[in-house]
């Protein structure tokens, strides 16, 4: 009798569990559907979620990125943010972006970071670890990609070096 009631249990149990499961998908995808919360990815990550609650209480930022095209996105990033940290959530909104429209489409952001730069009031921003205060980025700002080249030191091209695998074993020597 007592292995009866344990099976019970369990299948009530596995049972309210899957109801709580449901009951919570149905709860997230009304939420979602709010045209207020229009800007949350469909399946949003716990780190999203987070930080829409900081922007809303006040302790993250909602700054504007405008491309070189003149569109533009938002992106939310938390206050004390750095450079870097912008930077991984452009890269986080536009392969979101890309996916909705496109699916998935490589981009080499190292190409990206090495051809354009970020610029708030024609001001770039250029040091990854330097935080917006320094630069004066608060919330609603605009911060826009400008075309940026990299000097060399020297102004020239560089000399090729050759690669000398057996120099030890010139037959002169």
């Known amino acids: 009798m007592e292995s ?7 299948v009530l149990g596995y049972n309210s569990k899957n109801v709580k499961k449901v009951a919570l998908l149905s709860t997230l995808a009304a939420l979602l559907d709010d045209p207020i919360l229009a800007d949350v990815p469909k399946k949003p990550s716990l780190s999203d979620v987070d930080i829409r609650i ?6 993250a930022m909602c700054i504007s990125i405008f491309k070189l095209d003149g569109t533009f996105f938002d992106v ?5 943010a750095t450079v870097k940290d912008l930077k991984l959530a452009i890269k986080k909104k536009v392969i979101e972006l890309e996916q909705s429209k496109m699916g998935h489409r490589h ?24 935080a917006f205060q320094d630069f004066g980025v608060r919330n609603n700002s605009q911060v826009q990609f400008l075309p940026y080249v990299v000097s060399k030191g020297s102004g020239g091209h560089s000399k090729r070096r050759k690669h000398r695998f057996f120099h030890g074993l010139n037959k002169h020597s």
């Open 4 to 10: 009866g009631a344990k099976e019970e249990g369990k």
């Open 54 to 59: 900081n922007l809303e209480l006040g302790s």
């Open 76 to 80: 939310v990033v938390m206050n004390s």
């Open 107 to 130: 981009i080499s952001w190292r190409h990206v970071w090495a051809n354009f730069c970020l610029a708030h009031h024609n001001e770039k921003l250029l040091n990854d670890g330097a």
